[in-house]
């Protein structure tokens, strides 16, 4: 079973920038596509950017041109940069394959203050 420990998350004003990390265990992770997801207080867990295997990257409407998703095979982690962040942008984020089948981790809490 893949064990996912992302990192990252903060506090930060209005058009601050946050660089999020996700550590993957295991040699499966390279194979994989993948994803950042987040889940607001009340909200169902949407997934904000994707990128497969390869490298091929999209984002959720409300964060293109902002987030940018990344992916570092040899060390088994993923990175969302974060840039031009919203109040609306404050959640809990998380990573998963795309689509989501391994067990979540604990997430990294972003919070933004306007």
């Known amino acids: 079973q893949v064990q996912l420990v992302e990192s990252g998350g903060g506090l930060v004003q209005a058009g601050g920038s946050l660089r999020l990390s996700c550590a993957a265990s295991g040699s499966i992770f390279k194979f994989n596509n993948m994803g950042w997801y987040r889940q607001a207080p009340g909200k169902q867990r949407d997934a904000v950017a994707r990128i497969t295997s390869d490298g091929t990257t999209s984002y959720a409407d409300s964060v293109k041109g902002r987030f940018t998703i990344s992916r570092d095979n040899a060390k088994n982690t993923m990175y969302l940069q974060m840039n031009s962040l919203k109040p609306e942008d404050a959640a809990v984020y998380y990573c998963?394959?795309?689509?989501?089948?391994?067990?979540w981790g604990q997430g990294t809490q972003v919070t933004v203050s306007s």
């Open positions: 998963n394959r795309d689509p989501p089948n391994w067990r």
